[in-house]
């Protein structure tokens, strides 16, 4: 048990102690932050309070604002500042629990800070990892019969995407305009989107990384995973349906990309791990691993427009739904000498599960346009409004605690007139 109070229902338990950067009004510097509860715990302020054998060596981290820093030092650094802030938040604690003093300064309500990016992202990469989601989307474009392409079933399928419109929940977005082609026997006309959509992911920041060269074994993957966010990649489909082919993702992606500010770190997530889904055919050796790395985290995505008195809730899907894992993504992104970095940020793809209420994006949703979504009070969707606000949250649940992300938000701005 904290010495803070924390509700059963609170997403940051002592189970949890996400990381993440924030800043107050009365202090503008950005600085590494812990949450627990309503409140967040500013690690600047008791840095001297950290006295293992690797992390008492480099307490100036906790100084930095970013993550980047501690997420270099590696895992076992990780591990053991994890351990000493559990003991400082412990009910049976007194360093900080007595200390009226230290306390008034290293403790900040989340109410009052503002939230920022938890890491300067050198490189983002977007997986393609829920089978479902890419047999629904095959379906739609290429039948039944083609759905999944032949490399799908046997490495996972990703591309780069654009760190530098990755943004912070709460941040807006602009509907983006660009080539569409909405008469396939007319050329392409330019102007906003039409088919703006939203996809539910979750995605892994790269802690300790790898030399130019040097790939990361499969078995030492788990050693270069920091901790997860919530994600919507937002997605201008009609833009990408004419400029895909050949060469995949670009305008209909990279203008932008939302994340949840709190980092969850794997220790807090290991509890909730379930045997991984059985791939057939067998992967290639390099990609096999047996320990259970897919989680069970409850996922729910929900929208609200601008004359709607409360959100909808469209989405309802688990983590546990994708088909390859984070291991085998990292390890596959690394297998032909590829160099990660701390910071560098990888997403799942859409998390899409079985059923039409687990579907992480609006095209599987609407199925392409073809049926409304209802939100109820008479108000439907098959894409995305001006105006709308899209809320994606998940948790695990724990006996009587949770270890949550809190909300990745954001709204949607008109384009700009052009």
Excluded at 33 to 54: C, E, M, R, T, Y
Excluded at 142 to 166: C, I
């Amino acid at each position: 048990m904290s010495f803070i109070k924390v509700d059963a229902a609170s997403d940051f338990s002592i189970h949890n102690l996400p990381y993440g950067i924030f800043s107050t009004s009365d202090n503008p510097k950005h600085r590494i932050g812990v949450a627990i509860g309503d409140h967040i715990l500013d690690l600047s302020v008791i840095k001297s309070l950290f006295q293992g054998p690797v992390i008492s060596k480099h307490q100036d981290v906790f100084d930095q604002p970013t993550l980047n820093a501690f997420m270099a030092l590696g895992y076992e650094a990780w591990k053991e500042t994890r351990k000493t802030l559990q003991v400082l938040l412990s009910d049976c604690e007194g360093t900080l629990k007595d200390d009226v003093s230290l306390r008034s300064r290293a403790f900040v309500h989340q109410s009052a800070a503002t939230m920022h990016l938890p890491a300067d992202i050198g490189d983002y990469t977007d997986f393609y990892s829920s089978r479902d989601h890419a047999t629904n989307v095959g379906i739609m474009f290429r039948g039944k019969e083609n759905a999944l392409m032949p490399n799908w079933l046997r490495l996972p399928v990703g591309y780069h995407g654009r760190a530098s419109s990755v943004i912070v929940s709460g941040t807006p977005i602009r509907r983006p305009s660009g080539q569409t082609r909405p008469d396939q026997t007319k050329p392409p006309v330019f102007g906003p989107s039409k088919q703006l959509d939203i996809e539910l992911e979750m995605a892994f920041f790269v802690g300790g990384g790898n030399r130019l060269g040097e790939p990361i074994p499969i078995n030492k993957a788990h050693e270069h995973i920091f901790g997860m966010v919530l994600m919507n990649d937002w997605s201008a489909r009609d833009i990408q349906s004419w400029e895909y082919v050949p060469l995949g993702p670009f305008l209909g992606k990279n203008f932008g990309t939302t994340i949840s500010p709190w980092v969850v770190p794997m220790e807090a997530l290991l509890p909730f791990a379930e045997p991984n889904p059985v791939q057939d055919p067998e992967p290639l050796p390099y990609l096999q691993h047996h320990d259970a790395y897919t989680f069970n985290i409850n996922l729910f995505v929900s929208l609200q427009g601008q004359n709607m008195a409360e959100p909808k809730n469209i989405c309802k899907s688990n983590f546990k739904y994708m088909y390859w894992t984070m291991k085998q993504q990292l390890t596959h992104h690394t297998v032909n000498g590829c160099n990660v970095r701390p910071g560098d940020l990888l997403a799942s793809g859409t998390i899409s599960g079985p059923d039409p209420e687990s579907f992480g994006s609006m095209l599987e949703l609407s199925w392409r346009g073809s049926k409304t979504i209802d939100l109820g009070g008479g108000q439907t969707r098959t894409f995305l409004n001006d105006g709308d606000e899209v809320t994606i949250t998940g948790y695990c649940q724990g006996d009587g605690y949770r270890v949550g992300f809190g909300p990745c938000r954001g709204t949607v701005l008109p384009a700009l007139s052009n």
